[in-house]
Each structure stands twice: as C-alpha cells, then as structure tokens.
C-alpha cells in the first residue's frame, strides 16, 4: 500500500486529480475500450471533482469515453432530491464535463425490487470488464462506501442500515435532523470494491485520525472496513497532515520517505499496463473481457 502525505486538502485534491487525469490519459480509452472509474461522493472528493472539471476546460481530459459506477445511494430519496448521489454527481461532476451520461451508473435507490437492482449493478460492473480505478472516501467510523462497521469484508452489492454515527455525520446535508437522513442505503460491498484493479482513497482531516490508525497500523478488521484496502495488491491512501494525528511519527517517515525515493525517479511511477484482477475475477465471478459495446 502507498500513503501519500500531504499538506491539506487544496493539496489532496490536487495530487488525486493529476492522478486520474493521467491514469485515463496513459490507459487512452475508446469507444471500444473505455476507462472505468469508481466514483465517491461526500465532502472528500468535492475539490478532485473542482480539478478534474478544470482539466476538461483547459482541454487536458475528456470523459467522452469514460464510463462510471457510484459506490452509493440512500433508499427511497427521489433522484432530484439536492441530497440524493445522483444530485451530487450531476451538480459537482457530470454536468461539469463531458461524459456520455449513458455510461455513467448510479445505483437507484427508488427500485422497486432493491436487491435486484443490487444484483444488476454487478452484473453491469462484470460487462465492461471490471472497475480500472477506484475512488473512495471513508466515514470517521472506518467505513467505505456505505460498508458499516462490522459488514462482511466479502460483500457484494446490497441494501444496507446506515449506522447511528453515519446518520448523525450526514445530518449536517439534511438540515442537521436525522429524522430526515434516509435510514438505508443501496451501497457497493468491500468485495465489489476490492475487484477494482486499483483503490485509491482520500482521507482528511483530524475527524478521520482515528480511522487512518486502524487502516494503517491495525489489523484488517470488520470494524473498520477500510483496512481491507491493506489485501489490495494496488491501494494507495492520499491524506493531509491533519488525519495523520495518531499515526506513530515513524510510520508517518516511513511513508514520506517512500515518496521521497519515488520523487528522485526519473519517470513518475504510473500503475502497470495491466492489473490484476481481484478476487472475485480470480474465481471467474466475473467476466474479465472487455466488451466492445457503447451502451
Ligand atoms: P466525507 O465522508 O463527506 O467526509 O467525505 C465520506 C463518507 O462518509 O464515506
């Protein structure tokens, strides 16, 4: 696993933006052969978004063919609500570029058969050959996606009850009344997550300390769920300084100093022509072909 440390936010979001933008430009998507992003929502990936929007001004990245999956969304709130995913990723990202809005995939949260729909979000990841990179924030509580403290370190896509703590974090967006918070959200699980060829997570602020201890220096664990990223064979966590606060100063060295060493390279170290897949491919749950197919 790689740990980015860096000074704030601005700085976060900087790193992770340039990231993406050059992972689609290195893996130069087509129609035939698009770029698979896993997209968060929350208040972590709001200035990536802000960046990568100014890429596509300045005519440095075009989402044209890239086709995306949201990790989640709350049950029973319709789409155009303002707190609703599909509201944020329209507001702060898709509105802001050019992605074909048909490749872009938000779980619906109104279906009327929900675990159907959780079923058809694998099947439609599977189709297009599995998720390239994904983006994820994680909760004070460890949690990824909407994957509790204490879900299942092999879930799959599915329904699940938000945790008092998350409901109490995200009242802030409705008012800061939780009775208005959605109490079940549609979520990815740790193992659809874990497929992704590559995670890449944002973390930041002193509110995710805790959090970052248990992802780091602890045990993979259920009660964190974000320590699974530690099985990840390409995870890298980008932080700022103030979620390091109870990190051991020698794990915080260790990891600058890997970036250090990197910095001196002379050519930037960008991920491996060809990943491999996680587990569930491994076991042939999904199909790893591409298809050559502009749904
Ligand atoms: P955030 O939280 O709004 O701080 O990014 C993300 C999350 O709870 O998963």
Redesign the pocket.
Known sequence: MRLVILPNYDAVSDWVADYVRRRVLDFAPSAKRPFVLGL?T????LGTYRRLAEFYRRGELSFKHVVTFNMDEYVGLPPDHPESYHSYMEKHFFSRVDIDRRRTHVLDGNAADLNEECRRYEERIAAVGGIELFLG???PDG?I?FNEPGSSLASRTRVKTLAYD?IV?NSRFFGGDVDQVPKLALTIGVGTFMDAREVLIIISGLA?AHALYNAIECGVNHMWTVSMVQMHPHATIVCDEDATAELRVRTVNYFKGIEKMLARQPTYPMAPKSFPLGPAARAGRINTRRRSRSE
Do not use: V
Request: charged share 10%; aromatic share 0%; hydrophobic share 25%.
């Open positions: 968060p929350g208040g972590s990936p924030g994680i909760g949690h996606a998350t974090a995710k």
